[in-house]
């Protein structure tokens, strides 16, 4: 572990067998101590509170789009810092007890994203299984273990964590590339993590908080915003602000991306556009670096 | 009913008593026939199968942000055309069957926005209850009917559609200004609409659908799309891509204004900003001006 306290804490959105969980240990691996957090607000809070060093937890999936719970969290100042990111390719199945048939099936468990990705494999096998949302594709995987006439949609990796179930039907996702991101969340700007399988020299990534001053009067566009930037912006996003002093008043999430080649001056760079949106009657706030 | 084919046919997300309902009812009033249905994306479906010639669908809350299906529906082409907004102050009631005190209450049922909305009231007056995710507001108030230790967060409305409630605690929402805005969105761009109750001279807002091309590469970022256009934008909202052929390839919503004094010049300009997008490498479409 190169000198890091032991034991480095990872907070992860359980429990043990889900996508956040799977996406922690390729980051981590098997040297770190594992939390579970029973939600993404959890997640931030044990990183906040120091009870981990870092927190996992997803960002976006390429069919369902960005986690709003995630940005909603990170609405919050000082939540902590983006440290990393990573991008797992999401294969769902379908669990059930051993010895459970498919006409047995009733009722299909699982976390509202499995759910939502695997509407059109459920809408062909299962038209008239009804659909239950619950916490986590691991919850749901837990759940079936007591029952003859439900099943899962889960990580293949359940399986294994769970004794008693069996794959029914692999990769039941409607598009056939399913990916799902993850931040690495940090305690503190200065956290020093453990380094990735694969490392990138430099930072080549970063996503900055960008609002309209509360006493800013007209208020400035989104694009005026962005123009003062000046930096290519990858992804954005918006929020309302928790401060609802404003009707409709949002906050965005814009990540930014640059070169390995380029990744020197680059936080430089991002410094002085941050610079230039607070003058131009913004708040720019940066959420990470990595 | 002015010379505007009659019935003059409404669609919205129901049942009866919904918030949908009353924005439609704000815009429309008493004299057009109104349609529910089950799902935004039956709204959708009804305007562009020309069963009926506009639906009211949310598009946003102010507290909880962007209403998902809205904007997936919207990634299609030609579902239909936005020509009108309706902004409805949400006032959120707790009700239950006549005679049932709140001690009663262990099961607190509603849709997920209202009961986002409600968390602070809920935590603080029903903390061990349990909460029911149902289809819409009004859904929640008609299965509390028959219930003897359950209560709804809905409308005020239904407590007069529905004989048997009343109403235990009203105006519950965790902010005080709790703002829903709905988009009217019509059969084509020349369905010619009943006059709204207070009419604004020309159009003054539009929708523009914005993404790069997919043959496009590198990929124009989203900063560059908005360069081109060149014309302030005050909402912006970001989903996946339908057609799933790149990873993380995204789609965004951008929200245009103008004021009433400009309105006249400005469907030119918005014609010009697309074609500039275009030339650039970026796909965009008018998906509405109101």
């Known amino acids: ?11 992860f959105l359980g429990p043990i067998g889900t996508y956040s969980h799977q996406a922690a240990y390729d980051r981590f691996g098997p040297c770190v101590e594992y939390h579970e957090c029973g939600t993404i607000t959890d997640v931030f809070n044990a990183v906040s509170s120091k009870a981990t060093h870092v927190g996992v937890v997803p960002q976006e999936n390429s069919i369902f789009g960005s986690v709003t719970e995630t940005y909603d969290a990170l609405r919050v100042r ?36 499995a759910l939502g990705q695997c509407r059109g494999f459920i809408a062909k096998n299962f038209p008239s299984a009804s659909l239950e949302k619950v916490a986590s594709t691991a919850a749901a995987a837990e759940a079936v273990l007591t029952s003859s006439d439900s099943a899962a949609i889960c990580s293949k990796l359940c399986a ?9 039907f692999e990769s039941i996702q409607d598009q056939t590339s399913n990916f799902t991101r993850f931040y690495v969340i940090s305690t503190t700007r200065d956290t020093e993590l ?8 430099g930072k080549t990534r970063c996503l900055i908080r960008l609002s309209s001053r509360t006493d800013a009067f007209p208020a400035p566009a989104i694009t005026q915003l962005l123009t003062a930037l000046a930096i290519p912006v990858s992804r954005l996003d918006r929020r309302p602000q928790l401060e609802n002093t404003r009707l409709f008043h949002d906050v965005y999430f814009a990540e930014l991306g640059c070169g390995e080649s380029d990744s020197d001056a680059w936080p ?17 706030d940066l959420l990470g670096l990595w």
Do not use: N
């Open 1 to 11: 572990m190169h000198g890091y306290p032991k034991p480095f804490r990872v907070a």
């Open 78 to 113: 000082d939540v902590g810092f983006i440290q990393g990111e990573v991008v797992l390719e999401v294969q769902h199945c379908l669990l059930v007890r051993h010895g459970v048939k498919q006409q047995d099936i009733r009722t299909i468990k699982s976390h509202e994203q």
């Open 160 to 168: 294994t964590v769970f004794d008693g179930l069996e794959i029914l």
């Open 194 to 201: 453990p380094p990735p399988p694969d490392p990138i020299p």
């Open 268 to 284: 430089a760079d991002i410094e002085r556009g941050i610079e230039r949106v607070r003058a131009s009657g913004g708040e720019a």
